[in-house]
């Protein structure tokens, strides 16, 4: 099973970019699904996460960011809102997802996209 992230870019502080994080290989189904991101210099952190229909996000982003999935599509999506120069760092999407040959879930990430916003 494998995690393909898209959506990254460069965007002008107020702006706006959807991230989206999508499940293949082997995937029976995906439980939690998460969204992290780490600056240069600094340790990665979760931004979001989003189990069945309930929704956590980091202070720091409450309010301007909306994480969301469509299991249909074994998808997580981040929209992201009101763009701050502090939300520049590589987002990675996580994952639990029960492969069709197991019966445990494995912990997968995303490869990340770069998000850079300008002052």
């Known amino acids: 099973v494998q995690l393909q992230a898209s959506g990254g870019g460069l965007v002008q502080a107020g702006g706006s970019l959807r991230l989206a994080c999508t499940a293949s290989?082997?995937?029976?189904?995906?439980?939690?699904m998460a969204w992290y991101r780490q600056a240069p210099g600094k340790k990665r952190t979760l931004v979001a996460d989003?189990?069945?229909?309930?929704?956590d996000y980091a202070d720091s982003v409450k309010g301007r960011f909306t994480i969301s999935r469509n299991d249909a599509l074994d998808t997580v999506y981040l929209q992201m809102n009101s763009l701050k120069p502090e939300d520049t760092a590589i987002y990675y999407c996580?994952?639990?997802?029960?492969?069709?040959?197991?019966?445990?879930?494995?912990?997968?990430w995303g490869p990340g996209t770069q998000v850079t916003v300008s002052s």
């Open positions: 996580y994952a639990d997802i029960r492969p069709e040959y197991s019966d445990f879930d494995e912990g997968s």
């Open positions: 989003i189990r069945g229909s309930t929704t």
């Open positions: 290989g082997s995937v029976l189904f995906v439980n939690g």
